[in-house]
């Protein structure tokens, strides 16, 4: 896994390239943390993911409540990507409404748009 | 209460067994079906959860080997072989006998087990692991069709949190779900921590599963086999496809109601936000008392179960002909017990409508004709109770015909048609013996060697055919095979030298294949599953006449041999034809009746002391029934003779008065009279008198016997 980070006027781009798997989710994990620590917002690039499983889902899933509970903003570009919208489906985390607390659909990283 | 789930236990075991072992015998064909596989291996599960569960230690030990080799077979690392399958039938041999061991406090050869144990463990070891191409993934064109509908289960599926290492792949079960069935998931994250408490190797999600199959519990707890003892799991069925459907178009819970029963959401909480206007999904949301995932697992289990009620509505318009057929285990005792107290019934309701008449009360008559009709009703349904296909029988031969064949270094492949057909239980149990005895005889005397096929011109492969259909009220099986046939002239030397027959007799070939059916022509004096090969066949024929059955041969020369058995469908309850003579009164299977004619002293006059009646011209012999039972008082002047077809022959029964048509409830004589010839049983009348039934085979027999011994002592 390849991982980048990117600073820009908002906030940080944190780019990852390669497997979101369990042998590279606790670096993913501190590659968010990590990034999480710069100010502003964060946008976790994952356009480049060649493989994710319910491990690198719930390090997903862990920043996105993070950043809830923490009121930082966190945005994820890929969501769309069919890797991502096949273990999204696979692993039952789909939702058709966007958590409560988050608000907008768009927002939220477990609504598929089919 | 122990020995009861443990007798409960050893019935399923047994049948379990019998699918196993047609099971296996499928797999030998087809050893790549995943299906059979999974079969195989569920069946072994069950035996080995259940017997280890109810103290069947040493079943449960045994059935574990073969388990785990057929654990490694469904995932793939080793593949089906006829070694594997002949292993597997040993082992299910043993395995009921050690359930028979444990029945009868007898021993099972320990030797035997281990040499068996050895074997599966060797299996393990072998290079018999598919090639990498070959290895067939389950997948939803596998799976049987089951004309069951479908039902709706609620899982829960909370894994251990060390499941990543424990290599298990959480979703890789998931997906083997999604192949039983169309199946629901939504992830439970509310374990999930904030990023920096999360330990990325532990499993925090657990998820709701609705799963709509046709797949049984055991079948959905098989995909979680190795991972249940650490995980919480809960499969709930919460539509079973049998529910009366429900008034306003298959309705189910509401919302509310759901989430209260799974556990996410208590009732007063409930009933707080029922008074708001807003949906109560929303309102509890926004409450925060619920998660958007319990809310949408509770809206896809109301919108499946919702489907499948409608579905079944559809396919029934008035909302209750498609409903799921669902079974019951019931002692067979207890059916036997049923039977017998339908048939008290059936006997006092003849007393009833005989009363009924005598006093011409209008009111009581009326209350009879509803009686009768209720109990006849009744009498059908509950004698369809005990009525079995026929299929399970068959598929045990299938072993035999393996087995036999192998033994006999002969290629013989058995198939049947009419498996659904159903006989009474009793009926089935019996026809076993005589079936295993004519199916040891075709493979043993009638398929020939595949050489000596080969030089007939024949495939070197014989056939088997064994084929049932209800034919009246009977059942007529056929058994034919493409072997040699039978030998008219080796009949014919055999009964002259048996002294059945002379030499001088002129018999069609018809009547000398009759021949193997004579009393005498054969050794054997009892038949059993394990009888000697290619004898017997009086015991056969006797077996089915016991059953009330026939037997008839047809053999074609170098093509051939075919019998046909007619069988009554039940044992319980026969329409017969009463009759009666001086006081005692006899019942005789309608079945076999003709018609009845009458029989003048004149009559009897012009046949000169011969037991001929002409009827139409064609002299038909009788049996004089009052002399046969020596019993005493006048004749009448007009007596009546039952014509009847007795093994393909006519023959005429003469009584007194013919009284019609009766319903017979059959009980047996007991122990006393087992050996008085002639009557094959009793039953009680109307008016609380016994009848005797009349066993016409066994009155033909012995009065032919008869007329034989007495010409030899007039040549003599």
Known sequence: MEVSLKKTAEGVILTVVGEGTLPYADQLKQEIVAAFAQPGSLTLDLEGLEGLDLAGMQVLGAAHR???????????????????????????????????????????????NH | MQDQQRAAFREEAYELLGELETSLLELEEQPENMDLIGRVFRAMHTIKGSGSMFGFTEVSRFTHEVETVYDMVRNGALSVSPQLVSLSLAARDMIKELLDADLDDGNVDQQRVQELIDGFRAYLKSDSS?????????????????????????????????????????????????????????????????????????????????????RSVDEIRDVFIFVEDDSKLSITLIEDGSVEAEEGGGSYKMLGELLVERGDLDKETLQRFLDGRKKIGELLMDAGLVKPEQIEAALKEQEQVRKVREKRQQSSPQGNTAE?????????????????????????QSRLSQTAAVRQDAELTAIAEEVERLTEELRDNTLNIRMLPIGSTFSKFKRLVRDLSQDLGKQVEMTTSGAETELDKTVLEKLNDPLVHIIRNSIDHGIETPDVRRAAGKPEGGTVHLSAEHSG???????????????????????????????TDTLSTSE????????GFSTAKTISSVSGRGVGMDVVKK???????????????????????????????????????????????????????????????????????????????????????????????????????VDQQQIGFVVDHVIGEHQTVIKSLGRMYKDVSGISGATILGDGSVALILDAYELLHSSAAEEARQCAIKVA
């Open chain 1, 66 to 112: 993070w950043a809830v509970v923490n009121q930082r903003d966190f945005h994820v570009v890929g969501c769309q990507q069919n890797l991502f919208k096949q273990t999204v489906i696979d692993s039952g985390f789909a939702r058709q409404h966007s958590c409560n607390r988050m608000g907008l659909d768009h927002n939220c990283l477990w609504v598929i």
């Open chain 2, 130 to 214: 598919p090639a990498k191409d070959e290895v067939v993934a389950s997948s939803s064109a596998n799976l049987p069709k089951n004309e069951t509908l479908p039902r709706v289960y609620r899982i829960h599926f909370q894994p251990a949190a060390d499941i990543f290492l424990t290599g298990t792949n959480p979703l890789g079960l998931l997906n083997e779900l999604r192949e039983l069935g169309d199946c629901h998931v939504i992830a439970r994250t509310e374990q999930l921590p904030c990023l920096d408490e999360l330990e990325p190797e532990k499993c925090y999600v657990g998820w709701d599963i609705i799963l709509t199959t046709e």
């Open chain 2, 324 to 348: 799921a057929v669902t079974s019951l285990r019931v002692p067979a005792d207890k059916l036997d017990k049923l039977v017998d107290l339908v048939g008290e019934l059936v006997t006092v």
């Open chain 2, 473 to 503: 009220d009977s059942v007529l099986l056929t058994i034919r095979d493409d072997g040699k046939g039978l030998d008219a002239n080796a009949i014919r030397a055999k009964a002259v030298e048996k002294g059945l027959i002379s030499e």
């Open chain 2, 512 to 519: 000398l294949y009759q021949l193997i059916f004579a009393p």
């Open chain 2, 543 to 645: 077996a089915i006449e016991t059953l009330r059955g026939s037997i008839e041969i047809d053999s074609a020369p170098g093509l051939g041999t075919l019998l046909k058995i007619k069988i009554p469908l039940t044992l319980a309850i026969i329409e017969s034809l009463l009759v009666r003579i001086g006081d005692a009164h006899f019942v005789l299977p309608l079945a076999l009746v003709e018609e009845c004619v009458e029989l003048t002293a004149a009559d009897v006059a012009a046949a000169h002391g011969r037991h001929l009646a002409n009827v139409r011209g064609q002299l038909i012999p009788y049996i004089p029934l009052r002399q046969r039972f020596a019993i005493d008082g006048d004749v009448p002047a007009i007596q009546q003779v039952v014509v009847t077809q």
